[in-house]
């Protein structure tokens, strides 16, 4: 098991940019699939990104694609969600997950661990 750790949310104007970190515990990281999934009231969670082991292959929701990017740093037990271009509908709050898999490129999706969350707030 990992345990993670997520930070970076805030209140950001449309058209603005920022970056979640998560960081996690444990010395398997580099063994998990990660991803990014959010989640807003009375809705389900959903998919954001997620990226292989050795950050070779990536995934992303066709809500985000082209605007948010997704990486890891192995060395530091750290997964990143570069946001870019943040609309109002990407308020939400952020949650990090590991577990998943890609298998030929495409991503499949099956959580293990999850972070606390972090919210993200987009102002119009």
């Known amino acids: 098991q990992v345990q993670l750790v997520e930070s970076g949310g805030g209140l950001v104007q449309a058209g603005g940019s920022l970056r979640l970190s998560c960081a996690a515990s444990g010395r398997t990281f580099s063994s998990y699939t990660m991803a990014w999934f959010r989640q807003t009231p009375g809705k389900e969670r959903e998919f954001v990104a997620a990226?292989?082991?050795?950050?070779?292959?990536?995934s992303y929701a066709d809500s985000v694609k082209g605007r948010f990017t997704i990486s890891r740093d192995n060395a530091k037990n750290t997964v990143y969600l570069w946001m870019h271009s943040l609309k109002p509908e990407d308020t939400a709050v952020y949650y990090c997950a590991a577990g998943g898999a890609f298998y030929s490129g495409k991503y499949f999706p099956a959580p293990e661990n999850w972070g606390q969350g972090t919210q993200v707030t987009v102002s119009s």
């Open positions: 990226v292989s082991r050795n950050g070779g292959s990536t």
